[in-house]
DNA sequence: CCGGGATCGTTCACGTGTTCACAAAGTCGC
DNA sequence: GCGACTTTGTGAACACGTGAACGATCCCGG
């Protein structure tokens, strides 16, 4: 392996880091100390081969005979993701999605702490929910001084997302997560993922009727059906 | 076009459709009687030439020289995404983000209404959550039976994801969307797609600490951060 | 010290998705 | 009607991700 590959990680590689890294935590929970590729695949929902390929982004951690040792990869693997530190995150919009996301338990635990959330609405800012303070929008950027380099979840309805997007951005904020149905325009320096309910929905919708117009059509004849779909490389 | 290609649309376009849709609709609603592929790909914030070939999934519903009509594309997206009739949800856990699904608009109001959620918790069951009964997992089996085919929802904790799972499936389930930290196996004839908050948030992390190992690193060097990742395909 | 068995790391071929580029096909002004 | 202009639809080149195959490497028992 080249010097430069362990610096070129694909993305679909880095889609599943996570994946890994959390099979592998369960693993080391359950005082396992070596896995094969072939059983990490079969944990992890994917196929062996691609595993020892995104294993082998990370550098050659494995043992060939043996398999990985469990600890070391997921101290590695830790390290890459960058889960060493806490990475603060800010939740824009104190709605139904918003206090959901501020009381998931998944969110702060693991090395995301909710430091603070921001809405418009003058009735709820002050208030905590789940001890994470509501502050308003416009302290937006003593916000994110106070914590530096920070992440935005943006939890907001959709007409307010790109404006919200903005400010957190001019603010200085260069990682956004955005949950709310819109899409968002942001500068060439900001990462932006996005998970949007409704288009996950309309998917399995499509497939689900294209199936139904294939089994009704094709009652006779050789109806190709075909399932089997796993969503959201 | 073949008359086979109708049939059988890239996933990789199916995952857009739900965007342009979303686009079109609001275009028709500004009172916009067509659009051209350029205009729709900025909206959409993708490249024309996608957009077009998308569109030619479809069939040829555009006019050369014009542009496609928008209220005709919005009626043929609608039909291919299987939008026309209502798709019934059931939502498992009713827990925080549980909640905050059967609260969140957008779920119901275009066409997945919320017919029940499901949980074990005795303290839950009978309550009524934004008018969403709570019933227990139990009654699965009726509320399959009630609504014929049914999309599944899971918020569940992690480790009860696979076995809900499993009683959705062979209660009938074929569609399931999956918020649980938790890798599902299903049978090939379920269509599974997944929403993981805990990795979106990994995989920005990721790219945050590459860009400040690259900064730090290559303080006089050619630094290369090359940021800009769009996410959830 | 050596052979057998297991498993990694990598190469290669293939399929899928993206983007460019351009002919085909339409509109509009005159 | 006709020419200029606009925009679609698609062919072709390219980039990327996947999966199978296999040599390389390591442990273990004797």
Do not use: C
Not at 138 to 151: K, M, N, S, T
Not at 220 to 230: D, L
């Amino acid at each position: 392996m080249a010097e430069d590959d362990r610096r070129t990680i694909p993305e679909a590689t880095v889609a599943r880091l996570p994946i890994y890294l959390r099979t592998l935590a369960d693993l080391a929970a359950s005082d396992t100390a070596t896995i094969s590729s072939e059983r990490l695949a079969e944990l992890a929902g994917v196929n062996a081969a691609k595993v020892r390929k995104d294993l082998s982004h990370l550098g050659s951690y494995g043992t060939r005979g043996v398999g990985y040792d469990v600890e070391y990869l997921v101290y590695q693997m830790s390290r890459e993701l960058g889960l060493t530190h806490d990475w603060p995150v800010v939740i824009a919009g104190a709605g139904n999605l918003g206090q959901a996301l501020a009381n998931y338990a998944g969110f702060g635990n693991r090395g995301f702490p909710v430091v603070a959330m921001v809405d418009t609405d003058r009735s709820k800012v002050g208030s905590r929910i789940n001890g994470v303070p509501v502050r308003h929008l416009d302290e937006l950027e003593d916000i994110v001084a106070e914590h530096g380099d920070i992440i935005a979840v943006l939890a907001t309805p959709a007409g307010a997302a790109q404006d919200v997007a903005d400010r957190m951005i001019s603010a200085g904020v260069t990682s956004v997560l955005n949950f709310a149905p819109a899409v968002l325009n942001v500068p060439d320096h900001v990462w932006l993922r996005k998970v949007d309910l409704a288009v996950e929905l309309q998917i399995l919708s499509f497939y689900r009727q294209r199936h139904a117009d294939a089994t009704a059509t094709a009652t006779a004849s050789a109806g190709n059906g075909e399932p089997a779909a796993t969503g959201t490389g």
